[in-house]
């Protein structure tokens, strides 16, 4: 049985390569720190996307409500100091949180059932794409019928 050396070589290096990628990867991947409502275990990408529905959800970027850090990031983008509480709107963010979880689980899905289709309330549904929530009729652009 002739061994094809320059084969093994090449599967060899091919899953080298695989290894390294992947431990620099993890090495990469930081751990979210000072989280207070959300799971300490959530994971990078969960985190990103719960944060990029804050963003739509209100109209606005992280800098909203984390301060900002110490020299730029890519693209010329402040870093972030995401683990700061120095600004208010993040206590306030965690504070909604509480709320919407609270009347999603304490009323909403009291009322869930074959009579009720309710949707669980989130951000989105009082700030509507806005950093202040829509907190009267008035404010709602309705159609005029004559």
């Given at each position: 049985m002739r061994i094809n050396k320059k084969g093994i070589l090449i599967a060899g290096l091919c899953g080298g390569m695989i290894f390294m990628q992947s431990f620099v990867q993890l090495q990469?991947?930081?751990?979210?720190?000072?989280?207070?409502?959300?799971?300490?275990?959530?994971?990078?990408k969960e985190l990103h996307d719960v944060m990029k529905g804050f963003s739509k959800s209100l109209g606005v970027h992280c800098d909203f409500c984390h301060a900002k850090g110490e020299g730029q990031g890519p693209g010329g983008r402040p870093n972030m100091d995401f683990a700061s509480d120095s600004k208010p709107e993040k206590n306030t963010a965690r504070d909604m949180m509480r709320m919407t979880m609270a009347i999603n689980h304490d009323y909403i899905g009291k009322m869930k059932g074959a009579d009720h289709k309710l949707e669980e309330v989130a951000c989105v549904t009082c700030h509507m794409?806005?950093?202040?929530?829509?907190?009267?009729?008035?404010?709602?652009?309705?159609?005029?019928k004559h």
């Open positions: 990469h991947e930081e751990k979210p720190t000072n989280l207070k409502v959300l799971p300490k275990d959530i994971s990078e794409g806005k950093e202040t929530p829509t907190v009267s009729v008035d404010s709602l652009h309705m159609p005029n």
